[in-house]
């Protein structure tokens, strides 16, 4: 019991899962809103905000509060979200470009009897734009002060 009790009261991991579902959940009420929620959206990657950069920004601000910014945690996770953040929008993002590009390529050979240039439909939604970035950031960064503020340190 006293396992589930130290989970719980972690500030900054519960800081990381409110950022996560935080996000998660605006970006399906954000789909549903605009008629285009699909289930992959659910646990699938892009969209407005980042879930991304939500989690590793709250983890990280969570981590600040608790250990302080001259620690050895603080930094860890300070690097860890830049990274994760810099993968989401750079990598991620272009490989669901070039999805977008090999989707098209497929949609034309098969409608021109070709053998498809791949087998399946790619995933398209991968990574995140600036601004789902920038907005999974204060995402992040208001749920760990409100997990923090909530939860005894």
């Not at 519960?14 to 789909?31: D, P, R």
């Not at 620690?71 to 990274?83: D, M, N, Q, R, V």
């Not at 939604?125 to 503020?149: D, N, R, S």
Request: aromatic share 6%; net charge neutral; proline share 3%.
């Amino acid at each position: 019991m006293q396992i589930l009790m130290d989970l719980v009261t972690n500030q900054a991991l519960m800081s990381a899962l409110a950022g996560w579902l935080i996000a998660q959940t605006a970006k399906i009420l954000l789909e549903i809103a605009k008629g285009q929620f699909s289930k992959e959206r659910v646990a699938g990657g892009g969209g407005m905000p980042s879930a991304h950069s939500a989690t590793v920004t709250a983890l990280a601000t969570g981590t600040a509060i608790t250990c302080g910014l001259h620690s050895a945690e603080f930094a860890i996770a300070f690097f860890f979200a830049i990274i994760v953040m810099y993968d989401a929008m750079g990598v991620r993002y272009e490989t669901g470009e070039e999805a977008k590009a090999l989707n098209k390529l497929r949609e034309r050979d098969l409608k021109e009897g070709r053998e498809p240039v791949t087998d399946k439909k790619l995933t398209e939604k991968l990574g995140h734009t600036p601004k789902e970035i920038a907005v999974g950031f204060l995402v992040g960064l208001g749920a760990a002060i409100l997990v923090c503020a909530v939860i005894p340190g």
